[in-house]
């Protein structure tokens, strides 16, 4: 029986130990090294452990300021709308991130977007602290983040913020605006794969710039902790080789 009871103690072990091996999470979520583990197109650079997007170019953003003032990689934004572009990156069709995608009576033009694919479970759930900033006092431009699963509905586009809600002064800035920090959180209903992107775009011009920050990505399981269900284990374990014991 005291066997037995070990043997058995060590199989929930093992499985224990597998299953949280078997665990996915963000690679690199403090951007602490940089843009390791996320794909990115437009202007993107990560300065100082925190992702910035832009809806710069070098050629004709940010007066009254030089050109590309507010670029963030030496990088312009890449184009929306055409095929090759940010809507092909984070997987959406064609003009379908526009706040009119039947007519197109308001359309983005230009912007960036990172990305990054990782395995989730039932229960699991995304975080990350996120600010949008703006100059644009003309135009609504956007912010979202797009979440593509291998499961449950398959593709969200789930909005942040637009430039008309960054009221809040920035310091050091003469003309951008932000929301303040925000953070989001996603409770995924199913297991499987998941590729979340992030985009910031302009809305009907290209003559100012917006940008998205985001921070501290995490993707907290649902699944007790390995240290705790290991202990856990361990104390039934324990009870039950002490009570054949004192059978015996």
Same mark, same amino acid.
């Given at each position: 029986?005291?066997?037995?009871?070990?043997?058995?103690?060590?199989? !929930? !072990?093992?499985?224990?130990?597998?299953?949280?091996?078997?665990?996915?999470?963000?690679?690199?979520?403090? %951007?602490?090294?940089?843009? =390791?583990?996320?794909?990115? %197109?437009?202007?993107?650079?990560? #300065?100082?452990?925190?992702?910035?997007?832009?809806?710069?170019? &070098?050629?004709?953003?940010?007066?009254?300021?030089?050109?590309?003032?507010?670029?963030?990689?030496?990088?312009? *934004?890449?184009?929306?709308? &055409? #095929?090759?572009? &940010?809507? +092909? @990156?984070?997987?959406?069709?064609?003009? =379908?991130?526009?706040?009119?995608?039947?007519?197109?009576?308001?359309?983005?033009?230009?912007?960036?977007?990172?990305?990054?694919? @990782?395995?989730?479970?039932?229960?699991?759930?995304? =975080?990350?602290?996120?600010?949008?900033?703006?100059?644009?006092?003309?135009?609504? +431009?956007?912010?979202?983040?797009?979440?593509?699963?291998?499961?449950?509905?398959?593709?969200?586009?789930?909005? !942040? *913020?637009?430039?008309?809600?960054?009221?809040?002064?920035?310091?050091?800035?003469?003309?951008?605006?932000?929301?303040?920090?925000?953070? @989001?959180?996603?409770? @995924?209903?199913?297991?499987?794969?998941?590729?979340?992107?992030?985009?910031?775009? +302009?809305?009907? +011009?290209?003559?100012?710039? =917006?940008?998205?920050?985001?921070?501290?990505?995490?993707?907290?399981?649902?699944? #007790?902790? #390995?240290?705790?269900? $290991?202990? *856990? $284990?361990?104390?039934?374990?324990?009870?039950?080789?002490?009570?054949?014991?004192?059978?015996?």
């Amino acid at each position: 029986m005291h066997h037995r009871q070990l043997t058995r103690l060590g199989a !929930l !072990l093992g499985s224990l130990m597998i299953s949280s091996l078997a665990q996915a999470d963000i690679t690199n979520g403090d %951007f602490a090294n940089g843009l =390791s583990g996320w794909q990115t %197109f437009g202007d993107v650079a990560a #300065p100082s452990g925190t992702l910035v997007l832009s809806t710069a170019t &070098l050629g004709s953003d940010d007066y009254p300021f030089a050109d590309g003032h507010h670029n963030v990689s030496g990088q312009d *934004a890449g184009v929306i709308g &055409l #095929p090759g572009g &940010l809507e +092909d @990156f984070v997987g959406v069709a064609l003009g =379908s991130l526009d706040p009119d995608p039947i007519n197109h009576t308001s359309v983005l033009w230009e912007g960036s977007a990172a990305r990054q694919s @990782f395995a989730v479970q039932a229960g699991d759930t995304l =975080s990350f602290d996120w600010n949008l900033l703006s100059a644009d006092r003309d135009f609504a +431009d956007q912010a979202f983040v797009v979440i593509n699963t291998t499961f449950g509905n398959g593709l969200q586009v789930l909005a !942040l *913020a637009n430039a008309s809600l960054a009221t809040n002064a920035v310091p050091g800035s003469t003309d951008l605006l932000q929301t303040g920090v925000n953070q @989001f959180s996603h409770t @995924f209903t199913g297991a499987g794969l998941v590729t979340m992107s992030w985009v910031v775009a +302009d809305l009907d +011009d290209s003559a100012k710039t =917006s940008l998205l920050t985001v921070d501290n990505v995490a993707l907290t399981s649902a699944v #007790p902790e #390995p240290t705790m269900a $290991l202990l *856990a $284990l361990l104390g039934v374990g324990a009870l039950g080789v002490i009570r054949v014991n004192r059978r015996g």
